[in-house]
């Protein structure tokens, strides 16, 4: 069983930047993908960035050239780095991780870009 907890968020200015943190209660070597998802009010649940076991990534196009996934095994922790942020942005951002059986969830962490 893995407990995910998110941290870093909070309110930016557009053209900030945000970095979010996911601390696993174990280790996440075994854990073959890590990634973000956000969810804004009135819409669905959307893949932000993911990151596998090999360090291969992959990216919302809306957030391409903007968001950096990373993960740090020795820390238990995947991390969203986040620039160039736009109000389109706003969202309540979740961590995700998926084992074999089982998928987990953070609590989620809001994030909100405005002026």
């Known amino acids: 069983q893995v407990q995910l907890v998110e941290s870093g968020g909070g309110l930016v200015q557009p053209g900030g930047s945000l970095r979010l943190s996911c601390a696993a209660s174990k280790s996440i070597f075994s854990i073959y993908n890590m990634g973000w998802y956000r969810q804004a009010p009135g819409k669905q649940r959307e893949l932000v960035a993911r990151?596998?076991?090999?360090?291969?990534?992959n990216y919302a196009d809306s957030v391409k050239g903007r968001f950096t996934i990373s993960r740090d095994n020795a820390k238990n922790t995947v991390y969203l780095q986040m620039n160039s942020l736009k109000p389109e942005d706003t969202a309540v951002y979740y961590c995700?991780?998926?084992?074999?059986?089982?998928?987990?969830w953070g609590q989620g962490t809001q994030v909100t870009v405005s002026s």
């Open positions: 995700n991780a998926q084992t074999t059986p089982n998928n987990y």
């Open positions: 990151i596998h076991i090999s360090g291969h990534t």
